[in-house]
């Protein structure tokens, strides 16, 4: 479908054999970003003791992510703040920007939701042997477990473990891609049966309109606390 | 100095009321639909996960079919391994508070 194409703006760039070329994906990811950076400074520019709309939103944002952070990793997390809130807005900002008409919603690659998730999941990984050494593979052997059973459960445990991104990536995917291709087809409804019969998938195509937003604020908040999951499994070590 | 008390004792009252609201907020709808959508997808990732295993172990050794039957089944174990995690999770943050 058009919606889903990916082509180059601008001249092709090549470095060593690896296509850098600008294209749109990474045009919509530029506006994604610049438009956080626009928000946060917006709400952040006055400071008022009584909120005005844009910071109340701002402040909130924080707030909620914070939470998050504190009600599923715990308060050792909150060093990764920074990382998480970063996370959450550019997967939020990415998935709302593809609402508009138009646009180009960058989640509905694959590519770029699993390496979203890989640096994640090796992140994670890479702390939880930095924070307990050779034990975090103590990860892959629950407790009780008779010694017959142990290689095959090992088996299942890292197979897991492993699933982590990629439950991670699809679902983000997947959502956004269904969404928006679902939108599509009601559309093409309402053309096809015209004047007399397309106000029904009209009627459709705006609910599902609401639902997507409420989709793309979800994914991005599962996203994020997901990942607080994963990082409280690698800080606080137990079974 | 009274006034101060006042305030002290209307802040505690106010912070509790922060605390109820919060505590209703949890089961909200909106949430449990995030947390339907996680669950569905776990299962798939782990069956995939596990056949792509399977199948690259299969080409390694060269024993075609085997492997890769046998990670798919292994794969199936670890999804529902994952779906039952994820559940306890919700079911333990439901009745802790």
Not at chain 1, 57 to 80: P, R
Request: hydrophobic share 50%; aromatic share 12%; charged share 15%.
């Amino acid at each position: 479908m058009h919606q889903f194409e990916v082509y180059k703006i601008g001249p092709e760039i090549n470095l060593g054999g690896v296509n850098l070329s600008f294209t749109n994906a990474s045009l919509f990811m530029t506006i994604s970003s610049a438009l956080i950076l626009l928000f946060l400074f917006l709400g952040t520019k006055k400071k008022s003791l009584v909120p005005t709309k844009i910071q109340f939103i701002t402040e909130s944002s924080y707030t909620f992510v914070a939470k998050m952070i504190n009600d599923t990793a715990g308060s050792s997390a909150k060093s990764f703040f920074p990382f998480i809130f970063t996370l959450f807005m550019f997967v939020l900002f990415a998935n709302m920007v593809g609402m508009l008409p138009y646009s180009f919603t960058v989640t509905s690659h694959i590519i770029v939701t699993f390496v979203l998730a890989s640096i994640v999941f090796i992140g994670v990984t890479i702390l939880g042997f930095i924070k307990h050494g050779f034990k975090y593979l103590g990860l892959f052997v629950p407790k009780g477990v008779p010694v017959v059973l142990l290689p095959l459960i090992v088996i299942i445990e890292i197979i897991s473990y492993l699933s982590r991104p990629v439950s991670l990536s699809v679902r983000l995917f997947a959502n956004m891609m269904a969404g928006h291709t679902m939108l599509k087809v009601f559309g093409g409804f309402v053309i096809s049966l015209g004047l007399l019969g397309g106000w029904l998938p009209l009627g459709f195509s705006v609910a599902l309109t609401g639902l997507e937003i409420l989709v793309a604020f979800l994914q991005a908040y599962v996203f994020a606390i997901l990942t607080c999951i994963y990082l409280n499994d690698a800080l606080n070590l137990h079974h | 100095m009274k006034k101060i008390k006042e305030i002290a004792t209307r802040l505690e009252i106010a912070k509790k009321n922060i605390k109820n609201t919060q505590k209703n907020k949890e089961g909200s709808n909106a949430a449990s639909l995030g947390k339907a959508l996680k669950i569905s997808t776990e299962l798939v990732a782990a069956v995939v996960v596990g056949s792509i295993i399977g199948f690259l172990l299969d080409g390694w050794f060269d024993t075609k079919p085997l492997l890769t039957i046998s990670f798919f089944i292994m794969g199936v174990a670890a999804g529902m391994l994952n779906v039952f995690r994820s559940a306890k999770k919700m079911h333990n943050n439901r009745y802790k508070n």
